[in-house]
T-cell receptor, first 114, second 110 residues
C-alpha cells in the first residue's frame, strides 16, 4: 500500500474543461512534487513544494496550476489543456529537499485530452 | 547530452539468469544515486540507493563508478517478477531535483 495516494486514477477531459488532480501523502514528509511521464520519455519534474511553499516551477505552461494547502496535500489544477498534455501525472513526496532523500511516488493519474 | 542515459533494452533473459545494465550521468557533481523499478502502467518504486562502496540487497547489486560516471545494477537468479522497467535516478550536490533516465526494460521468461 502506497503512502502517497492520487485521485483520480484515470481522467479523460476535453480541451475546454477544468479539472483538478489530487495528491495526499501519509508519510509525514515535508516536500511534495508533481512529475509528468510521457510514453518512452523520462519523468519530467513540473513543480516542487517544500513546507507548503513552491520552490520550483520547471517552465511549466500556465494551463497547469499547482496548489499546496498544507504539507500533506497537493493539487494540480488543469484548464484548456492540449492533446500533448496527455500523460501519466505522478505525485511524489520526500522527507525534505535534501538530495540524498529518495522520493516516494503515488499511483499516478493517467490523463487523456480529447 | 542527456543528464542521465540508459540502454532502453529490452533485456530478455530466462529465469535464473544474471542480467546487468548500466546508466551514465553527465554531471560530475552528482552525489546521490538510486535505482527505481516501474511496472507497466504503475508508479516508480524505490529499489535501492547506490552507495560509493557499492551495495547489495538480496539478489540485487548496485555499483557506482565515479571516474567513468556510471552506475550499474546486477540482478542474480532472475525471477519472473523481476520483469519491469528499471529507472536510474541521479541527484546533484546542493540540488534536490532528481534526474531520471528513460529506463531499461527487463523481461524474464519462463
Amino acid at each position: 500500500e502506497t503512502g502517497v495516494t492520487q485521485t483520480p486514477r484515470h481522467l479523460v477531459m476535453g480541451m475546454t474543461n477544468k479539472k483538478s488532480l489530487k495528491c495526499e501523502q501519509h508519510l509525514g514528509h515535508n516536500a511534495m512534487y508533481w512529475y509528468k511521464q510521457s510514453a518512452k520519455k523520462p519523468l519530467e519534474l513540473m513543480f516542487v513544494y517544500n513546507f507548503k511553499e513552491q520552490t520550483e516551477n520547471n517552465s511549466v505552461p500556465s494551463r497547469f496550476s499547482p496548489e499546496c494547502p498544507n504539507s500533506s496535500h497537493l493539487f494540480l489544477h488543469l484548464h484548456t489543456l492540449q492533446p500533448e498534455d496527455s500523460a501519466l501525472y505522478l505525485c511524489a513526496s520526500s522527507r525534505d529537499r535534501q538530495s540524498n532523500q529518495p522520493q516516494h511516488f503515488g499511483d499516478g493519474t493517467r490523463l487523456s485530452i480529447l | 547530452r542527456k543528464e542521465v542515459e540508459q540502454d532502453p533494452g529490452p533485456f530478455n533473459v530466462p529465469e535464473g539468469a544474471t542480467v546487468a545494465f548500466n546508466c551514465t550521468y553527465s554531471n560530475s557533481a552528482s552525489q546521490s544515486f538510486f535505482w527505481y523499478r516501474q511496472d507497466c502502467r504503475k508508479e516508480p518504486k524505490l529499489l535501492m540507493s547506490v552507495y560509493s562502496s557499492g551495495n547489495e540487497d538480496g539478489r540485487f547489486t548496485a555499483q557506482l563508478n565515479r571516474a567513468s560516471q556510471y552506475i550499474s545494477l546486477l540482478i542474480r537468479d532472475s525471477k519472473l517478477s523481476d520483469s519491469a522497467t528499471y529507472l536510474c535516478v541521479v541527484n546533484t550536490v546542493g540540488d534536490y531535483k532528481l534526474s531520471f533516465g528513460a529506463g531499461t526494460t527487463v523481461t524474464v521468461r519462463a
